[in-house]
């Protein structure tokens, strides 16, 4: 059986925090920090996309998520100075945008303009710091597997049809540096990139054997963030 890349990423990300974890100088003081953040959501392309010919000129139409607020909560448990393991959500209150053309090239389609739409997304990372730590810096490389899906009423059935597809797998990569502020309160900021292929579907409940595949698409997601990182002693 063919192992997917995100089972490969998954299972490597695995294997590296437990073998850290077992690296882990127990005379060190291990820690527990909470970060809750907020940021901006900027999606890099279209979920979808299909050409289109208008006029003897081939243009690319499809529907894309719109740059949006995002709010996000991290835990991490740090084994020492040098590495942590990072679980992490962030909601994006992302309008969904489709192109004026796409009806006429989807059967059944109806979704036109902006409508509601969120996208969610969740990760775990394995993060390594880059510089020596001190109390005053810290920049820290993170990369795991990544789990993204999307709704809100513009991805709901209605009259016409429903969409699938509305969950993909694929990986997180961030970079972070803080600013304290206080022994157990920093300042951090981040930029992060989540990189899944999506495959949004569309069935037109007029002939429901028949189901639209806007095709495989890489995804770049960023969300820029600044939010307050507070420390728990272990």
């Known amino acids: 059986m063919r192992l997917s890349r995100s089972s490969l990423l998954a299972a490597g990300f695995l294997s590296s925090a437990w073998w850290l974890a077992g690296q882990a100088d127990a005379q060190e003081t291990r820690r527990i920090v909470v970060t809750p953040y907020v940021g901006v959501f900027v999606p890099a392309s279209r979920v979808a996309e299909l050409k289109s010919e208008v006029g003897g000129v081939q243009e690319a139409i499809g529907i894309?998520?719109?740059?949006?607020?995002?709010l996000g909560l991290n835990t991490s448990y740090?084994?020492?100075?040098?590495a942590s393991l990072e679980l992490g959500g962030a909601w994006a209150f992302?309008?969904?945008?489709?192109?004026?053309?796409?009806?006429n090239q989807v059967p059944g389609f109806s979704l036109s303009g902006n409508e509601s739409a969120r996208v969610l997304m969740g990760s775990a990372k394995l993060m390594v710091n880059l510089i020596p730590l001190t109390e005053r810096s810290a920049l820290r490389?993170?990369?795991?597997?990544?789990?993204?899906?999307?709704?809100?009423?513009?991805?709901?059935?209605?009259?016409?049809?429903?969409?699938?597809?509305?969950?993909?797998?694929?990986?997180?990569i961030s970079l972070c540096s803080r600013l304290p502020l206080t022994d157990f309160l920093s300042l951090r900021v981040r930029a992060e990139n989540y990189m899944y292929s999506s495959k949004l579907k569309f069935r037109a409940f007029s002939n429901p054997t028949e189901e639209f595949s806007f095709g495989s698409k890489l995804q770049n997601d960023f969300i820029f963030s600044a939010g307050l990182q507070m420390v728990w002693w272990r």
Not at 65 to 70: C, I, P, S
Not at 78 to 82: E, L, Q, T, V
């Open 141 to 172: 490389l993170g990369v795991g597997p990544a789990i993204i899906n999307r709704g809100g009423s513009a991805y709901k059935a209605d009259d016409n049809g429903d969409f699938s597809g509305l969950t993909d797998f694929g990986g997180a």
């Open 64 to 70: 894309r998520q719109q740059n949006a607020l995002a």
């Open 94 to 103: 992302s309008d969904s945008r489709a192109s004026l053309g796409l009806a």
């Open 78 to 82: 740090r084994f020492n100075g040098f």
